[in-house]
Structure formats: structure tokens, C-alpha cells
């Protein structure tokens, strides 16, 4: 029997298929009840988060539920075995992205039809090696080299900066890097990838610093040194970038939705006294 449509959401769990719904007694009425009174959030075609949880995620941690959701909402439906990839990847990975859409990227044998998976999903088919695949919080998802690989090729050359920079911070190995490019010469996206890992830096401590650094090199401003400490008359601090025989130093400064999307972060010059020149 169908649980009344004013009835509680299940007391356990927080992302619901319609037919897990319907298997714990709330029929199609109560469902819409739910969700027309705000307690139940339609993520995806069949899948439901509980309200109260998504209101407290971040922007980020959003678009990671709507990879969770995508994955719990196939479970019975997919058409072959998949693996997460491109700038779906760095998110399971909680790598750096900025001004990218929510679009849910996966590598597969076969490319199947848009209905299958969903209109928000790309599916990729170039080939997948053993050592390409790995597991992130139970969803199977390209490696930190082969996700770092794929954005490069996908997004502009800012966009796969800010991924590459986090990744060689988190430990991707460079030479494996310029192997899979090497491999891939001639393909599309493959001057961006070459450009990425000509300026990459694992030094960057954040999109910002990133945006900070290629604006730099584009107006050909002579490189600064990075993360360097100074003894200043309110303590020691850290800057993002110095000129040290000028005593200049540049910080970047970035709100915590400008890592996923948003305008530029702004940036401001001092010496390192901390006055304003």
C-alpha cells in the first residue's frame, strides 16, 4: 500500500531511484508531493535526493552528487560497463576546475544512444588501458594522469592549466604525461595539452595562483619567484609571487565559488613590507 502522500521521506538514505521509492511503499502521488513541498529534489530522470542535504552542499559538492546520482540512477540501466573520465573525473577526484559546465563525461567500448544515459551525459570512446582505470569513492574513474589528459584535450588552455597545476601537486607524473601526449599527436586538443604541460607548475596552490601565473607569462612579465616567505612587522607571511630585487610581491585572491566558476579572481600589488606601493 502506498504510503500517504504527507508521510515522512524514508528515514535512511538520501538518493532514491523511483523504484527504490516505490519499493518502500511511496507511490507516484506522494513522490510528487514531495517534491512539490520541497522535501525531495529531482536530480536526474528516476533519481531523488532528499531536499534538506542538497541545500547544504556546496557548489561543488553539487556537482559531485549529480555525478553520484547519474551513477546510482544506471545501476539497472546502463548498457555496458563505463568508467568516468574527462572534467567528471577531476570532480570525483576534487581536483581544481573553473567556468565548467555540470555535463557528465564517461568513457565506454561502445558509444550509445543520448537516451540511455541522459541528455546532460558525453559519452567518450577512445581506447582505456588497465592502467587508465582506477576506483574514487566506489565509482570507477580514470586515472589522475589519463583525467589530466582528457580535460587537457577537451578544455582551453587556462581551464587545463588550473587542472594540470592540482594534479602535479597531487602527484601525476610528468613523464607519463608527455608519454600520453606524445601518443596523441595529431589529435584534436593536442597543442593545448603540449602548451599545458610546457607551463605547468606544481607549485600553484590554487585556481587563482594559476590565472595569476599564465597573465603573467601573457604580458610578458618577467617571472617571479613563488610561494616565498617573508619577515614583515606584522609576522612572517607566505606570498603568491615575488620580485624580490624590486621587493614587489603580487597575491591572488579568489572566493570559494571562483574554483568552479565565475570571473577571473582579482589581484592586487604590494611590496613586502605589506604597504601599498
Known sequence: MSKSHTGELPPTGNLWRTEELLELGYGPRAIRWHLEAGSLVRLRYGCYVRASVWRALS????SRQRIYAHDHGTRTTSAG????SHTSAARLRRLQLWDVGDEIHI????RPSTESHGRDVRCHTRPVTDRDVTVVNGLQVTSLERTVTDCAMMLNYRQALIVTDHALRLGADPSALQSMADDLDGRSGIRTFRRVLATADPRSESAGETLTRELLLRLRIRPPET??????RLGRHRLDFAWKEEKVALDSTVSPSTSTTGPPPRCFMRNVAGRRP
Open 107 to 110: 568513457l565506454q567500448q561502445t
Open 81 to 84: 560497463r563505463f568508467l568516468y
Open 59 to 62: 557548489p561543488a559538492a553539487r
Open 227 to 232: 610561494q616565498v616567505e617573508v619577515a614583515t
